[in-house]
């Protein structure tokens, strides 16, 4: 596990762990005295269910503006714990990759396998621009476009149904038990919800949509995605 922490620590000090909150000071901290950190969260990952009660997660949880009349849950994870959930979430992310559509339909954070482990998760060349370029290119050859995204994406993440994802891909019990207990904190009496913002979040999401892509694209339903935005091209109003 050691080598997912070091992995998740250069990621949150590279780019930070949300792009919403400042830049926490804890994130420079952890990663001058990377080492030390390591070996505390690869021992916090040993005796997780005496840590976890011992020293819970401190989250904050905030409404953020989305436009002029709108707002959004947002969250500023626990510096340590944030650190600590990217790291088993890295453990899996290549088993998660292997599990998806591949990036010719499905565009969003795709996982850099080259590199993801020096802290750069996701490939750079495939982006929301080539999702758009990608999207004009089917209107060529289509008739109908049906553009629709999934409301409040993050917060309907069911935790059961990301705990039978996990299952479904063999992960390892103690890593599927230290996501999903996290959740479960985080969300309180709620079993659904992800953290808005940052990576570990973003790789569990791209998860649990990849259930209804595969449904989709067995279903012979032509479309494209990025995140929680479906592009669905139709040759008539009645057919995929």
Not at 54 to 83: C, K, M, Y
Request: aromatic share 12%; with cysteine.
């Amino acid at each position: 596990m050691k080598k997912f922490f070091y992995a998740a620590i250069d990621n949150i000090y590279k780019h930070g762990d949300t792009d919403i909150f400042p830049f926490p000071i804890e994130n420079r901290i952890m990663s001058d005295k990377r080492d030390d950190v390591a070996s505390l969260l690869v021992k916090r990952y040993s005796e997780f269910d005496k840590m976890f009660v011992q020293e819970p997660p401190d989250d904050i949880r905030s409404l953020v503006a989305v436009n002029h009349s709108g707002f959004r849950w947002a969250s500023q994870l626990d510096p340590l714990w944030n650190v600590f959930l990217l790291g088993n979430v890295l453990s899996i992310a290549e088993t998660i990759e292997a599990a998806r559509l591949g990036p010719d339909r499905v565009f969003s954070y795709r996982l850099n396998k080259d590199n993801y482990l020096s802290g750069d998760l996701f490939r750079r060349d495939i982006s929301w621009k080539d999702f758009i370029d990608r999207s004009i290119s089917e209107c060529e050859h289509k008739s109908h476009v049906v553009i629709c995204d999934i409301a409040d994406c993050y917060s309907r993440i069911s935790h059961h149904k990301l705990d039978n994802a996990l299952r479904m891909l063999g992960v390892f019990s103690d890593v599927r038990k230290t996501i999903l207990e996290y959740l479960k904190h985080f969300t309180g009496t709620r079993s659904a919800g992800l953290p808005i913002g940052g990576p570990a979040a973003r790789i569990l999401a791209e998860l649990a949509l990849a259930n209804s892509d595969q449904y989709l694209f067995s279903s012979g339903v032509h479309f494209l995605r990025y995140e929680d935005d479906y592009h669905v091209f139709c040759a008539s109003k009645g057919s995929s």
